[in-house]
């Protein structure tokens, strides 16, 4: 079955860390663009980041208030991506779902950066006192 | 305060036609043409309505087309029906490897 699956949502105090992850299956993962999109409660999606596959370089990039803070990472063998999130801040309280480019297979393209088609059920991250 | 500006809500009776905006600048909406629109129902995760301004993935009902001009995409829904009634979003490539959103549209159907 085609899916991703995210875990280790929770409840977290200002300042702490936690890891998500996402278990992908029935895709090609080793070619896939991972990327990571929240939505705080009652607001809009943020796209937090993505890393490229392997033969991309496994490219990281964030957006700019997480930058210093999260760390994406991916295990092939295992079809995993991780989201390390540290010194977590109240306003990272969100639903993190995580979700991979679409193919575009007549014309031949990949929107690793711009266009996401699966997408997980996403997982809740707390961060309160 | 999202990076692309949508109005927060559009309504239409069934049948009728819609269309929402997504408003940016010449560093995202206007600088390229890798504006994507996403359907999300409440308590699920969004699914992909629109990719490359106006391209839609395989089984997505020729009811939704998407369009540019400038530095504003928009997103129209012909034929409303009942299960279109949902929250619309739209993002845009914005160079340097980034993606960011629009504030999100409910669409409400009458």
């Known amino acids: 079955e085609v899916q991703l699956v995210e875990s280790g949502g929770g409840l977290v105090k200002p300042g702490g860390s936690l890891r998500l992850s996402c278990a992908a299956s029935?895709?090609?993962?080793?070619?896939?663009?991972m990327v990571w999109v929240r939505q705080a409660p009652g607001k809009w999606l943020e796209w937090v980041g993505r890393?490229?596959?392997?033969?991309?370089?496994?490219?990281?990039d964030y957006v700019a208030p997480v930058r210093d803070r999260f760390t994406i990472s991916r295990d092939d063998s295992r079809n995993m991506v991780y989201l390390q999130m540290n010194s977590l801040k109240t306003e990272d309280t969100a639903i993190y779902f995580c979700?991979?480019?679409?193919?575009?297979?007549?014309?031949?393209?990949?929107?690793?950066?711009?266009?996401?088609?699966?997408w997980g059920q996403g997982t809740m991250v707390t961060v309160s006192s | 305060q999202s990076a692309l500006t949508q109005p927060p809500s559009a309504s239409g009776s069934p049948g009728q036609s819609v269309t929402i905006s997504c408003s940016g600048t010449?560093?995202?909406?206007?600088?390229?043409?890798?504006v994507s629109w996403y359907q999300q129902h409440p308590g699920r995760a969004p699914k992909l309505i629109i990719y490359e301004v106006i391209k839609r993935p395989s089984g997505v009902p020729d009811r939704f087309s998407g369009s540019k001009s400038g530095n504003t995409a928009s997103l129209t829904v012909s034929g409303l029906q009942a299960e279109d009634e949902a929250d619309y979003y739209c993002s845009s490539y914005a160079g340097s490897d980034i993606l960011v959103f629009g504030g999100g549209t409910k669409i409400t159907v009458l």
């Open positions: 029935g895709i090609n993962f080793n070619s896939a663009w």
């Open positions: 010449s560093r995202d909406v206007g600088g390229y043409n890798y």
């Open positions: 890393i490229k596959s392997r033969a991309s370089g496994e490219t990281t």
């Open positions: 979700t991979t480019g679409y193919i575009d297979r007549s014309a031949k393209t990949y929107h690793g950066d711009d266009a996401f088609d699966l």
